[in-house]
Nanobody, 116 residues
């Protein structure tokens, strides 16, 4: 079992920045990747970014160059630095952890709203 706790969402103006955090606990030695999906109203959930246990990263085309995923040295916390935010980034952001048997665990979700 893996538990995930997210923080850092909120309301920001276009062009602003936010940083999301996701702290994992439990069987963290079984985690092979962590990251975020997001879901906007009326849209499908989409992968935003992920990072593997070896440090490889992957980004959605829509966020490349604006978002950066990283992790703490202890490897049980990941961060998503979001810069140059746009209204279309508005969504609920869900942290996930994928473990060795391919199961996924999910955070509670955090709302990010980009609006003037």
């Amino acid at each position: 079992q893996v538990q995930l706790v997210e923080s850092g969402g909120g309301l920001v103006q276009p062009g602003g920045s936010l940083r999301l955090s996701c702290a994992a606990s439990g069987s963290i030695d079984r985690i092979i990747s962590m990251g975020w999906y997001r879901q906007a109203p009326g849209k499908q959930r989409e992968l935003v970014a992920d990072i593997t246990s070896r440090g490889s990263t992957n980004y959605a085309d829509s966020v490349k160059g604006r978002f950066t995923i990283s992790r703490a040295s202890a490897k049980n916390t990941v961060y998503l630095q979001m810069n140059s935010l746009k209204p279309e980034d508005t969504a609920v952001y869900y942290c996930f952890a994928r473990i060795v048997d391919a199961n996924y665990y999910w955070g509670q979700g955090t709302q990010v709203t980009v609006s003037s």
